[in-house]
């Protein structure tokens, strides 16, 4: 029950957050804040959407049915402060998802997540929006 506790505690920051300007919410003497509110997309593991090898991520992962719903791919200027592996709540279209970095998006993007989902369908059916990303602490 705890953790359910604190996974809505975390989905209610988040909101809060993605309605008000992180920079009014971060402690004086902090330089960033742990919540970063990012463009989120969609991608899907086929030749369209990757690189040359669609079924791997850039940590090697090799990507599963269990794993849609579950993976990101960071943009490089937020993945160089975290190491493939780590884990966050992604807060987008009202949902509070457990997600795991394990991709790096092309150099182009900035502050961008992309969301690992099953299929091209699903993918624009999701399209481009805002959310919330929140680094979970192990």
């Known amino acids: 029950m705890s953790r359910n ?3 809505l505690s975390i ?9 008000f300007p992180l920079s009014a919410h971060a402690h004086p003497n902090q330089e960033t804040s742990d919540f970063r509110k990012v ?8 030749s369209s959407c990757t690189d040359t090898t669609p079924g791997r991520t850039a940590s090697s992962l090799r990507i599963k049915p269990e ?3 579950k993976l990101v791919a960071l943009s ?7 190491d ?5 709540y992604l807060v987008v279209k009202g949902k509070s998802h457990l997600v795991e970095f394990q991709d790096i998006m092309p150099k182009k993007h900035k502050n961008k997540i992309d969301f690992l989902l099953p ?6 059916k999701f399209g481009v929006t805002q959310g919330v990303l929140i680094p979970v602490d192990d």
């Open 84 to 88: 493939f592996g780590d884990k966050f």
């Open 5 to 7: 506790i604190g996974a």
């Open 67 to 69: 794993h849609y719903r």
């Open 76 to 82: 490089p200027d937020l993945a160089k402060n975290y």
């Open 39 to 46: 463009t989120v997309s969609a991608y899907t593991n086929t």
């Open 11 to 19: 989905y209610c920051l988040a909101t809060m957050f993605f309605h």
């Open 119 to 124: 299929s091209k369908r699903e993918c624009m």
